[in-house]
T-cell receptor, first 113, second 115 residues
Framework: NAGVMQNPRHLVRRRGQEARLRCSPM?????VYWYRQLPEEGLKFMVY????????ESGMPKERFSAEFPKEGPSILRIQQVVRGDSAAYFC???????????FGSGTRLTVV | AQTVTQSQPEMSVQEAETVTLSCTYD???????LFWYKQPPSRQMILVIR??????QNATENRFSVNFQKAAKSFSLKISDSQLGDTAMYFC????????????FGQGTRLTINP
């Protein structure tokens, strides 16, 4: 089992461009979480998804951010029209069930220039 | 709302010493999990130890142990016989056992182990 795979590891975007961050959960894991880590801070919850459903998006900014976890393929966190304040590390985590605890990926560092 | 507070932004000890990282939290939930995560320079979030709030016995994992004081809402991490590889950011985190199980993290403590 390869663990939670996130790509790209580093992503540079100019202001106004779109950023797409991918997360492939561990095999057999149907619960996916996205977190954002600003420099020198702890991780902050963004969204929780199960296959084809958004369960809790209370941590997602209201505009420009969206997430999906399709029936086939990785989970995608999409940021439209990026701004400098979006620069952060974005982590994905997956779990087989709610009582199991979850495993983090290595994160994607987004830099907006 | 739940909050987690780590009051020590940085700590530094000599190799082989014992070090204790502090964490306090606030929650209105009756049952919850508490965690310590380690984040080395590689950025990977690594689970160090986990405690279920209804268990009175403190969790231990090899050189890592916790002092869980439920009434005081305190959850400190003790690292014994510290090693150079323990150098990392350490985050305390909390999640209720019910619902979406979103983790709430503290601000982190940067721990440096000196040779």
């Amino acid at each position: 089992n390869a663990g939670v795979m996130q790509n790209p590891r580093h992503l540079v975007r100019r202001r106004g461009q779109e950023a797409r961050l991918r997360c492939s959960p561990m095999k057999g894991h149907s619960h996916v979480y996205w977190y954002r880590q600003l420099p020198e801070e702890g991780l902050k919850f963004m969204v929780y998804l199960q296959k084809e459903n958004i369960i809790d998006e209370s941590g997602m900014p209201k505009e420009r951010f969206s997430a999906e976890f399709p029936k086939e393929g990785p989970s995608i966190l999409r940021i439209q029209q990026v701004v400098r304040g979006d620069s952060a590390a974005y982590f994905c985590a997956s779990s087989p069930s709610l009582d199991y605890g979850y495993t983090f990926g290595s994160g994607t560092r987004l830099t907006v220039v | 709302a739940q909050t987690v507070t780590q009051s020590q932004p940085e700590m530094s000890v000599q190799e082989a010493e014992t070090v204790t990282l502090s964490c306090t939290y606030d929650t209105s939930e009756n049952n919850y999990y508490l965690f310590w995560y380690k984040q080395p320079p590689s950025r990977q979030m690594i689970l160090v130890i986990r405690q279920e709030a209804y268990k009175q016995q403190n969790a231990t994992e090899n050189r890592f142990s916790v002092n869980f004081q439920k009434a005081a809402k305190s959850f400190s991490l003790k690292i014994s016989d510290s090693q150079l590889g323990d150098t990392a950011m350490y985050f305390c985190a909390l999640t209720p056992t019910q619902g979406a199980q979103k983790l709430v993290f503290g601000q982190g403590t940067r721990l440096t182990i000196n040779p």
